[in-house]
C-alpha cells in the first residue's frame, strides 16, 4: 500500500495545494458572497473527492483503499450539493461544510493509522484529519458567529490542512526516491 501512496505522492499535494489556494481566498476576499463561498466551497469539495476516488481505485485492494473511496465519494457529494443549491442559507451551508469536515477528517484519522506501521511523519494526516474534525465542531457550535468569522475559520482550516497534506506528500516523495535504486530506505520497526 506504501508503494503506491509513494508513487503518488504528487496527487495529495496537490489536494494540499488546492485546499491551501481555496483557503488564501477566502481570506484575501472576505467579503464574498453566499453565492461564491457556496461555489468555492463545491469546487473544492468536488476537486478533492475526485483525487481521493482516483487515489482509491489507483490503490490496490485493502481497508485504507475503502476509507479514500468513501471519503472520496463525500468529497464529490458535498461539492455536487453545492452547485445544485447555490441559494441554500447560510445556516445549511455551515452545516453541508461541517458535516463533510467532521467526515473527511475522522476517514483521514482512519487512514493515518493504518499507515502508521509503514510510514514515518503519518501524523501529519493524522493531523489533517483532527484539524477537519475540529472544524466541523467548531461550525456545528458555532454557526450563527457571522459570515466574515465564519469565512476566516474556513480559510485558516483549509491552509492548515493544506499544509499537513503538502507536508505529508513531500514525506511519501521523499520515502519513494530512497526505495529506488541507489537510494536509501531505511525500514521501520
Known amino acids: 500500500m506504501i508503494e503506491r501512496w509513494s508513487r503518488d505522492w504528487w496527487m495529495i499535494a496537490v489536494r494540499g ?63 455536487v450539493l453545492a452547485f445544485l443549491w447555490p441559494g441554500v442559507t447560510a445556516l445549511v451551508l455551515l452545516m453541508l461544510i461541517a458535516a463533510w469536515a467532521v467526515v473527511t477528517g ?7 493509522m493504518a499507515l502508521r506501521r509503514e510510514i514515518e511523519g503519518e501524523w501529519w494526516y493524522a493531523a489533517g484529519g483532527a484539524i477537519s474534525v475540529l472544524l466541523g465542531f467548531l461550525l456545528f457550535i458555532w454557526p450563527v458567529s457571522g459570515a466574515l468569522a465564519v469565512v476566516w475559520l474556513i480559510g485558516l482550516f483549509s491552509i492548515l490542512f493544506g499544509a499537513a497534506l503538502v507536508t505529508l506528500s513531500l514525506r511519501l516523495r521523499q520515502q519513494a526516491t530512497a526505495a529506488r535504486p541507489g537510494g536509501t530506505a531505511a525500514a521501520r520497526p
Do not use: Q
Open 17 to 79: 495545494v488546492v485546499a491551501i489556494l481555496f483557503g488564501l481566498a477566502a481570506w484575501v476576499w472576505p467579503g464574498i458572497t453566499l453565492l461564491a463561498l457556496v461555489l468555492l466551497f463545491g469546487a473544492y469539495a468536488l476537486v478533492d473527492g475526485i483525487f481521493a476516488l482516483v487515489a482509491a481505485f489507483r490503490g490496490r485492494p485493502g481497508g485504507s483503499r475503502t476509507w479514500l473511496a468513501v471519503t472520496g465519494a463525500v468529497g464529490v457529494a458535498a461539492g
Open 106 to 112: 475522522v476517514f483521514e484519522i482512519v487512514a493515518a
